[in-house]
């Protein structure tokens, strides 16, 4: 709605239709496509997306090497999770990050040494994680170039990353050290535990509102995960303390 001012000094309401409206100053690429400007806006994003993300990266893994491993990719990989101050970061619940994330920008630092500089600084992060999965050297620098050429976007190099793997095996990779399915599996279960202390999981409220029977459904499957789960954490005391004897003490 408008107004405007007669003669007389009255005030009318003069309604402003769609037609009114579309009298603005005509902005780029409203009325029709522009594929210039789309052309441009894919350029910018995706290399302000590389440089920023790869960035980011970067800085992280050379911030772990330096501050836990002496700033050498070799303690790192002999140490990963025995060195108990950075096992502990991957743990804390203020940390922003994953564990995962952690681990991989370490291994992204250490694969940006073996491909050609102009290669790897071409790829975004998204890029170099999934080209860390690929243990042979060459299929790696043929996949990067391959990406880089190309344009590959990640669903399309995630499709020629899994054709190398199936085709080559999964052998050692000296660029990344394997990440454990029980450290993966601990790692979830630090985040489960920091869940279920937080406010909203405490709210009786939220509790009363599923009623006795869905309680008894979430409670039953709760059991028989935690059943598991004490299996689990017995195998692994086991490991460190010896077997179990029936008095619950280790076998010595």
Known sequence: MATT????GKAI???RTPATLAKGPALPGQAAVRQDLIDAAVREINRAYV????ETAT??????LKTFFDGKVENFRRL??????????GEREDLHVS???LWNCVATVDQLKELPAEIANALPVTHHTLLLS???????LALAKKAVRENLSK???SVAVRKVRQGNGNGAHRGRPAISPTVRLFATLSRLAALARSPETADDRDIADLGPAKLGSILGEAERHLTTLRALVERLRSKIDGPRVPGGHAAV
């Open 5 to 8: 001012t007669k003669g007389n």
């Open 13 to 15: 309401v003069v309604a």
């Open 51 to 54: 440089t920023k993300g790869l």
């Open 59 to 64: 800085w992280v893994g050379e911030y772990v």
């Open 80 to 89: 990963g999770r025995k060195h108990a101050s950075f096992r502990e970061l």
């Open 99 to 101: 564990y995962v994330f």
């Open 134 to 140: 690929v243990h042979d050297e060459k299929a790696k």
């Open 155 to 157: 669903r399309e190099l």
